[in-house]
């Protein structure tokens, strides 16, 4: 009897399979992850009619905030061959700087703000069409989302880097974009996309279960890493389109010397642009939906930050006690004890 007791108290453990799920803690990195597989959607609870003009202005915001560091290294990059993409960059930084009112309003940021406006613009309206479609699939949602968010941001960044050619190439103005021009910028542009929202959550997959590397850890290093890479394999794509543009009848070793005089700088300011592109970007305009969008977990609302914030601080200033009342009554006590 005891031999079978035992046998049971030992068995016992193995007959109780653990059904709770463990919930991971929160992470502020991956508000930053333009193309991480494992968001968790928002539980948002305003209608359609309400929820909308949030949706754009929360674009409109984050495009702002990401604009202009975009549009300073994408000109610069263009620019380049006139001087080099230091030179343009600082030139480009200084207009910023001291004319503001001739940066902003110059075509340059406001050809970028319309990029990443209608790329947020359409991110955002997408889920909410998924919610009133009530999609809950997450793999239906992400398919759906990326594929109109890739599909908008491609689309106007072809038609802006033609304007930014003819505009800032330095060379003869043409009357129409080549179509190798446009179609090099959209392999170019594909290639990141694809390589932020599917390759990137692959790789970090691949280090958590096959490296046993720390999740937050493999997927915002790969989140990085894969996008920044990927622009140094698309790089020559970028150099072709703006040299066949400027000149068509170049011949092939004039199209070799230019690709290797302009690949170092090309390479490195297209991987540094990935940063405020898939990362600020990204990050405000989810923080800016999370603030002003009503949703089941209120305490996330701007609002309602801002009043506990208020109300922790006058609490903790009527329950400390004043320094001169202190003062006062050691004094008071010092006397009774003489």
Known sequence: FDTQNKTKLTMAPQQQPDNK?????????????????????????????QRAPKELGCAFAASLLVS??????????????????????????????????????GLSFRLTF??????????NLAELMLDVSKVEDDVE??????????LANVSLLMWRDSVFAREFGGGKAKPSTPLR?????GVRDTATMYSTFYLAPKAADFLIKEHGVERNTAELSMALAIPMFTQILTAPCHIH???????????????VAALKNEFGSVSFARSLRI???????????????????????????????VTRFIESH???????????LEMGSTGRKGTRAN
Do not use: C
């Not at 803690?25 to 597989?37: N, V």
């Not at 002003?292 to 609002?303: A, H, P, S």
């Open 21 to 49: 799920k463990v919930e991971e803690p929160y992470f502020w990195a991956r508000d930053w992850e333009f193309g991480d597989s494992h968001f968790n959607t928002h539980q948002f609870i305003e209608t359609a009619t």
């Open 241 to 255: 389109a703006m040299d066949y543009y400027n000149n068509q009848t170049a011949t092939t070793a004039q199209r």
């Open 314 to 324: 006058v609490t903790r200033s009527q329950t400390r006690p004043h320094k001169g």
């Open 68 to 105: 202009p560091l975009v549009s300073i290294i994408d000109k610069s990059i263009v620019q380049a061959g006139q001087g080099g993409l230091m030179k343009a960059m600082a030139a480009q930084t200084r207009e910023m700087m001291f004319q503001p009112k001739t940066f902003f309003g």
């Open 275 to 305: 940063l405020p592109a898939f990362g600020i970007g990204s990050f405000s305009n989810n923080k800016f939906r999370e603030f002003f969008i009503r949703q089941k977990d209120e305490e996330k609302l701007l609002g309602r930050r």
């Open 141 to 150: 949602r992400k398919t759906y989302k990326v594929s109109s968010a890739s």
């Open 181 to 185: 021009t446009l179609g090099l910028f």
């Open 114 to 123: 319309v990029v990443y406006f209608g790329t947020y613009a359409v991110a």
